[in-house]
Structures are given as structure tokens and as C-alpha cells.
């Protein structure tokens, strides 16, 4: 049988779904080339905001009309929709869906698969699924078809879940409480991907600076970056990274690590969320406007050439417009590398939709959002034109239309024109042109090698 996946929302759903994929795979599905053609039809859900809910819901809602029309056809849904609980409402509310998924685990939809199957043709399977798995070490991952030889940039979940409720956030409903990956497990998952061809990995947790810290004994984030590093050597991976920090967990110990290991790219993403020390008591964040402008004068101080990201939500309940203009005047100050920006939404059961009133409008939510947005573009041309004539080494993905994309050390966006195939290869573009979201660049001239003079001359 054929399958197809659409994915929406974080890096984490990136990853269940590549995960979800070589799962079928390993059971002998493949993908589609045609979605429209699948015999096994999965969406893998958020619900972070309201609006990313409303698309998953209505891209499920549309297969309906599908399953109904053909019967045969196999509806899954994946993803914090459904949630560590599995909630009965939901299923009573999609009963044509089959196989419901909670976050990061997919054996419902192999253990459905696996029953409908005659039992020779399961014994069969069984044992060349035995096969399979007897190949691969506890954490690998066998990827896709579709993504071997041609995926360079792949995500590793080092630690699922969440233990540090915000007001607003509603993903510890959803994907419950941390719980920390082995080290072996992902120095696996880590090697399998690079044998495959992937050069770069980004380590994920919801707060990945906390990895390590349900378990007794084991490893902080820095410690587990060293053995990655280790092992990259070994395997031809060229970068790592790592996402999402908090203000609360990032030390010292964790920045030397990044400044160090030259695998490591200096490129740390740190939400701030909100300017105002008010709304931040609020939305139960643990930290002070003052204190996240040191950090960032930490980070900076021990990391060379850092880039720095962001997140902010405007219009959280009690956000005047007093309150949100610290919001404004703290981006401008910090002069952030980029600024993921979304308006509030309130979440089933989190605390700020139980107690407290959403009091600023959706047009005035849109209107701080595009504030934001033009003081950030602003910031971010001129940041970026610095780059203007610089050589930078990029590392290439994927290429279309005769134009090669790949990224910087600090994770900016370069394009140039060439027709050889650098799919995964590290090379130095000299910078033509800089925007706010992307560089353009060309192929670099080798640096000329000074000629030693002979004796006497």
C-alpha cells in the first residue's frame, strides 16, 4: 500500500512524521507519488494556536468526503489533536478516522496495519520486519525513500514532553511531562542519519536546555552536545544545532559548549514572549524583561558571531497598549536576528483561557503583530547587509529552478545560481545581495596562496 503525511506545525511533528514514514516503510508501504492516490491518509496535527488547530481539523474533515467515497482507504490522525490521553470526545467527534496517533508514537497505525493483514501475510511481514529491526540499533532510523541520498538537514527529539507550564502554552496537556531520550538511543538515531547522507541535525525539545534533568545521573544538554560532537567526527555530520532554550535554563556551561565545539553552530533560539514584566508574571515565565536583556548580553559575550532568535505573542490577556510598547522597545533594543511573532489564542485547560479574560480585540492583535513585523524587517535588513561582500560558508539542501539554497553558521537563508550538484556540500558564496529574509551570493574564487620566494629571490 501507499501512504501520505501532511505535517503541520513545530520541528517535533517534522520529526513524529519522518518517524511515522519509516515505521510503514519498515513494513513495506511506500510513499505516494500523488496524495490523492494514498491508500493510507494521516494528518499529523497541532494545536498551539487556535488557527493551526482549524487547519488540521479542516484537512480532516475533507477526508471525509474521501473515506466515504472509498471505504478501503486508511484515515489517521496524529499529533497533539489527539494528545497523550486520547480523548474519547475526539473520536466521537471523527468516526470515520481509524487510527488515532498520540505525539511521537506510531505504533497504533503499524499495529492497525499489521491486523488487517491475513495471518500468513502478518507471520511473513513479522519476520522480515524482524529483520529489519535486528539491522538497526536501539534509536536508528531507517529513512524514507523519498528522503535518502536527498535529505541534508534532519531533526533528532532528544526530550518529549514538558514540565514547565506557561499560562498560555498547552502542549504539557497534549504531550505530557519531559522525558529525556537515552544518550545511546540518540547517538543511534544521530549516526543512522548521517550514513544516510544528512550532514546537519538539529537536537529538539519543547525546552531542550532541560534534557536530562528527569533522569537521575545522566547528562545536561552540554554534555549530551559533546557526544554528538564526538560522534559527528566519526560520520561525516557536518553541523548541529539545537531549539527551543528558555531564559530560565540556559548557563553558562551550555554557551562555552556552543563557543567551543565548532560542529556546534552558533545559532541560539530563546523566546522572550513579551517585553512587559507584568504580562510575563502572567503568562508565568520565571524571568523579568531585565533579566533576558542580560542573558543576551551573556550570550553574545561568549558566543562569536552569534545569532539569536525569538518568539513573541502580542495581545496576551491585561496587554495594554503601555505593556506592549516595552514589547516593541525591547526588540528594537536587543536588534534580534529574527523574531517568530503570532497573536494569542486561548488553549483548552490552560490557565490564562481559565482565568483570564482575552481583552484585546483581533484587529488590535493584527495591528501589534504588524508593528512588530515592520520594526523586525527593518532590524534585519540592516543586520543583514553587513554580510554584503563577506564569503560565508553555506551549507546546500536542495536546489530549484538552477538556484542552490542552503544556510549560513547563524542559519540565514543564501541562494546563488550553479548547475554542478553540491546537494549537502559545505562551500564559500561570496555575498551580492542582502534582504531582510535572504542573502544571494556567488560561488567563491579560491583565496590565492602566497608563492614562497626562493633563496635569493
Known amino acids: 500500500m501507499t501512504y501520505h503525511i501532511w505535517t503541520l506545525g513545530c520541528q517535533m511533528n517534522v520529526a513524529d512524521s519522518q518517524r511515522l514514514a519509516s515505521e510503514l516503510e519498515r513494513q513495506g508501504h511506500n510513499a505516494a507519488a500523488d496524495p490523492q492516490s494514498a491508500d493510507i491518509l494521516v494528518v499529523n496535527t497541532c494545536v498551539v494556536r487556535q488557527s ?7 484537512r480532516l474533515l475533507a477526508l471525509r468526503k ?8 486508511i484515515i489517521g490522525v496524529m499529533g497533539c489533536m489527539v494528545g497523550v490521553r486520547d480523548p474519547l470526545a475526539l473520536r466521537q467527534r471523527l468516526p470515520f478516522v481509524d487510527v488515532f496517533m498520540a505525539p511521537s508514537d506510531p505504533a497504533p497505525m503499524t499495529r492497525f496495519l499489521a491486523a488487517r493483514k491475513d495471518e500468513n501475510s502478518v507471520l511473513a511481514e513479522e519476520g522480515a520486519a524482524r529483520a529489519r529491526r535486528d539491522a538497526l540499533q536501539d534509536g536508528e532510523l531507517l529513512l524514507p525513500r523519498l528522503e535518502q541520498g536527498n535529505l541534508v538537514s534532519a531533526h533528532v527529539p532528544v526530550v518529549h514532553g514538558c514540565s514547565h507550564a506557561c499560562s498560555f502554552c498547552i502542549i504539557p496537556f497534549r504531550r505530557g511531562v519531559e522525558r529525556s531520550r537515552s544518550v545511546g538511543e540518540i547517538v543511534a538515531h544521530v549516526r543512522s542519519l548521517a550514513y544516510q547522507g544528512v550532514k ?8 531542550v536546555d532541560r534534557y536530562g534533568m528527569d533522569v537521575d545521573d545522566g547528562p545536561d544538554l552540554a554534555g549530551l552536545l559533546r557526544v554528538v560532537h564526538g560522534a559527528a567526527d566519526a560520520c561525516g555530520l557536518e553541523r548541529i544545532r539545537f531549539l527551543t532554550s528558555h531564559p530560565n535554563w540556559m548557563t553558562d556551561r551550555l ?9 556546534v553552530m552558533p545559532h541560539i533560539e530563546v523566546p522572550v514572549q513579551a517585553g512587559d514584566d507584568e504580562v510575563l508574571r502572567r503568562m508565568k515565565r520565571g524571568y523579568t524583561a531585565g533579566d533576558y536583556r542580560r542573558l543576551i548580553e551573556r550570550i553574545r559575550e561568549r558566543v562569536p558571531d552569534v545569532s539569536i532568535n525569538t518568539d513573541i505573542i502580542v495581545g496576551f490577556p491585561g496587554e495594554s497598549a503601555a505593556r506592549f510598547q516595552r514589547t516593541y522597545d525591547l526588540l528594537a533594543e536587543l536588534r534580534l536576528d529574527k523574531a517568530h511573532l503570532a497573536r494569542y489564542s486561548p488553549r483548552p485547560h490552560t490557565l490564562s483561557a481559565r482565568k483570564m479574560p482575552d481583552d484585546v480585540s483581533e484587529a488590535e492583535k493584527k495591528r501589534r503583530h504588524r508593528a512588530l513585523e515592520d520594526l523586525q524587517a527593518g532590524i534585519l535588513a540592516e543586520i543583514n547587509a553587513r554580510w554584503l561582500g563577506q564569503r560565508v560558508p553555506v551549507l546546500l539542501e536542495e536546489r530549484s529552478k538552477g538556484r542552490w539554497r542552503g544556510r549560513t553558521p547563524q542559519n540565514r537563508l543564501v541562494f546563488f545560481e550553479d548547475d554542478a550538484d553540491r546537494r549537502g556540500q559545505v ?22 596562496v602566497p608563492l614562497a620566494l626562493s633563496p635569493g629571490g
Open 52 to 58: 493551526a488547530e482549524d487547519k488540521g481539523l479542516g
Open 66 to 73: 474521501v473515506k466515504e467515497a472509498e471505504p478501503q482507504k
Open 200 to 207: 546537519e541535525v538539529t537536537l529538539l525539545g519543547q525546552i
Open 255 to 263: 554557551l562555552d559548549t556552543v563557543a567551543e565545539l565548532p560542529r
Open 427 to 448: 562551500v564559500d558564496i561570496e555575498v551580492t545581495w542582502t534582504g531582510p529574509w535572504s542573502l544571494q551570493g556567488r560561488l567563491a574564487q579560491p583565496e590565492a
